[in-house]
């Protein structure tokens, strides 16, 4: 079976926002998935776009995709890449997929002199937690992620 990793284009956003949609059904979520098919492609595929996305095919059927994006170090002095979504589908798990658009990521990260390459993952998702651990990644325990969002956000901006 043939596996292909290649760049996102604006004719996938449907499948990107099905795959996010199927995403957030796993982490428990879709009701936080308030993204349209128009936001998917001006956000991923508009003039200017800071966000890169990447599907994964096996046999010319779109099994997975991953959206990421540069971030800066400070402590570096270099730029890196946070890994904002990966995802399989249930049924093509297991074979090699996601792995290969980790690495695919990561050889970008290499030959773009990035520092590091970072994600987040759910605490209980010990499938996901065994899959990074596996290929060497280290939790970062330390640190602890806060968010502005909605309403809290404008509220804050405003002052």
């Given at each position: 079976?043939s596996?292909?990793?290649?760049?996102?284009?604006?004719?996938?956003?449907?499948?990107?926002?099905?795959f996010?949609t199927?995403?957030?059904d796993?982490?428990?979520?879709?009701?936080?998935v308030?993204?349209?098919?128009?936001d998917?492609?001006?956000?991923?595929?508009?003039e200017?776009?800071?966000?890169?996305?990447?599907?994964?095919?096996?046999?010319?059927?779109?099994?997975?995709?991953?959206?990421?994006?540069?971030?800066?170090?400070?402590?570096?002095?270099?730029?890196?890449?946070?890994?904002?979504?990966?995802?399989?589908?249930?049924?093509?798990?297991?074979?090699g997929?996601?792995?290969?658009?980790?690495?695919?990521?990561?050889q970008?990260?290499?030959?773009?002199?990035?520092?590091r390459?970072?994600?987040?993952?759910l605490?209980?998702?010990?499938?996901a937690?065994?899959?990074?651990q596996?290929?060497?990644?280290?939790?970062?325990?330390?640190?602890?992620?806060?968010?502005?969002?909605?309403?809290?956000?404008a509220?804050f901006?405003?002052?």
């Amino acid at each position: 079976m043939s596996l292909i990793i290649r760049p996102a284009v604006r004719s996938d956003a449907a499948q990107i926002l099905a795959f996010i949609t199927e995403l957030a059904d796993y982490e428990r979520a879709r009701h936080e998935v308030v993204a349209s098919l128009a936001d998917i492609e001006r956000s991923l595929f508009d003039e200017g776009s800071t966000v890169s996305s990447l599907i994964c095919e096996r046999d010319g059927q779109a099994i997975g995709f991953a959206v990421y994006f540069y971030s800066y170090s400070t402590w570096l002095g270099r730029n890196g890449i946070y890994l904002e979504d990966l995802y399989v589908t249930p049924e093509q798990r297991g074979d090699g997929a996601g792995r290969r658009l980790l690495r695919h990521i990561a050889q970008e990260a290499v030959e773009n002199g990035c520092g590091r390459l970072e994600w987040s993952v759910l605490d209980w998702n010990a499938p996901a937690i065994g899959f990074y651990q596996s290929l060497g990644a280290e939790p970062q325990d330390e640190w602890i992620r806060y968010r502005l969002e909605g309403q809290k956000l404008a509220q804050f901006a405003r002052g």
